[in-house]
């Protein structure tokens, strides 16, 4: 009876420590998005910092392929965030930004960005070893990290961009699973 009581007091602790270690990555990539923000002066987003490190804290204490995948998914994310809203709302002049005027939504082009992203950041994944749970990783890191920038868009367009983000992701995955079932 006492090493039963051992056994889970060490592994209560072991999965302690697992959280505090993710909450503590998790802190250091949103203090990360929050300072990216700060220098581009887009201080509405801030609060978004939030789900960025739910979810990398949330893979980090999961582990193994998931957070591996959901910290190149991170990396991947930060893309959109560097992206000028320029690109994702191409109809619209600086001027009519800067003034809130009314600037037409193109969430077609944030739509292609992402796909391409998540084409581009699935293909830095995939490798030998990954699997199911990595490329879910990938997923939830990337889009994570680029809600951040989706806080600032409008709706179509922010899901248009997560939307594609996902669609490169999970296309590159089947096609990478297929592709093996085929040659085996």
């Not at 987003?45 to 980090?60: H, Y």
């Not at 959901?70 to 600086?94: E, F, Q, S, Y």
Request: proline share 3%.
């Amino acid at each position: 009876m006492e090493t039963n009581e051992r056994i889970s007091r060490l592994r209560r602790t072991y999965e302690i420590g697992r959280l505090w270690s993710g909450v503590w990555r998790a802190s250091l990539v949103a203090m990360g998005l929050m300072f990216a923000m700060w220098l581009r002066f887009d201080s509405i987003v801030w609060s978004f910092c939030l789900v960025p490190f739910l979810v990398l804290g949330f893979t980090e204490w999961v582990g193994q392929d998931v957070m591996r995948g959901a910290r190149r998914g991170a990396i991947g994310g930060l893309v959109p965030t560097l992206v000028p809203a320029v690109v994702l709302r191409p109809c619209c002049g600086v001027d009519g930004m800067m003034t809130a005027a009314s600037c037409c939504t193109m969430p077609s082009v944030c739509t292609a960005l992402g796909a391409v992203l998540g084409l581009a950041v699935a293909w830095t994944a995939s490798g030998k070893r990954a699997s199911h749970a990595t490329y879910a990783g990938v997923a939830l890191g990337a889009m994570s990290v680029a809600f951040v920038r989706c806080g600032g868009l409008f709706l179509g367009e922010a899901l248009g961009l997560l939307g594609g983000l996902a669609a490169g992701v999970i296309s590159l995955a089947a096609g990478r699973m297929v592709f093996a079932r085929i040659r085996a």
